[in-house]
């Protein structure tokens, strides 16, 4: 799935690469900015028609700040010889109709506290990127052009 | 390590046991604003007198921006019955002087992206939060009172 150019680092990704990985991927970190103060949040999330949702206990600073501007959304996934990256700026709003909350419901998407939440959130991405990295060694121990190392 | 309060499903974390994670940790994410606009990067860092270090290529936006403002710095871990959140509020300074820079090379620091990078970068926390969450069935499966489910 990830095709790096030979020797390169690290591969931008596309559109549908970027949605499968989110797909696969159910946490990640919202990141909101009130008044210029970041504030960032792990959350759970799920893909549904290529918008992101979550859900949030009513009342709480994040189901306010989540509301009020643009939003970042970052997932990523770690292993020793590779790692990815994703981010999705856009704007966010609270579910509202009885239609979007039976949608946002059949997600069957669970919180990182498990409290009562009845507030569910949905994030139109205005802006996608992603990396994926290939790890590998670093320059400095490749002193000479064209070694291939060990 | 964490005890939570009966029933409690998340755990407010003290500074030691923050540090604690944090040293146990190397991946995280770097929040920027700039001009009011957020930024996030996955960042390999590490520990050192209760300051985190990272490892940037010069010229790049991360290099700039991670000095400009204030940073947050989020680190996470998850398995399947229990959570962790850390975040870092601080202020970040590029390290300029040979004392510093042999004592952050000292930490064998590697970034995600392999390339020549001869910057570091210095968060010093002013703000320090972090919490364990314990994941627990849903109230909504727990209708009596005093139930225990199986």
């Known amino acids: 799935m990830f095709e790096h150019q030979e020797d390169e680092p690290i591969l931008v990704l596309d559109e549908d690469q970027i949605w ?3 797909e696969g991927t159910q946490h990640g970190r919202l990141v ?3 008044n ?3 504030d960032i949040f792990p ?3 799920a893909v549904q028609d290529r918008t992101l949702v979550f859900r949030t206990a009513p009342g709480t600073k ?3 700040v989540a509301v009020a501007e643009q939003v970042l959304l970052e997932a990523d996934g770690i292993l020793s010889d590779q790692a990815w990256s994703v981010i999705v700026r856009g704007d966010a709003h609270r579910l509202e109709t009885s239609a979007e909350l039976a949608s946002a419901e059949s997600l069957g998407l669970v919180s990182w506290v498990p409290t009562y939440k009845d507030n569910y959130v949905r994030i139109t991405p205005t802006e996608l990127s992603g990396r994926h990295f290939r790890f590998g060694p670093y320059p400095e121990r490749e002193l000479g052009e ?3 190392g060990g």
Chains 1, 2 share one sequence.
Do not use: C, D, H, Q
């Open 43 to 45: 959350i759970n999330f």
């Open 146 to 148: 064209g070694s291939e």
């Open 32 to 34: 909101t900015v009130v």
């Open 20 to 22: 499968s990985l989110l």
């Open 36 to 38: 210029g103060r970041a």
């Open 62 to 64: 994040l189901a306010e």
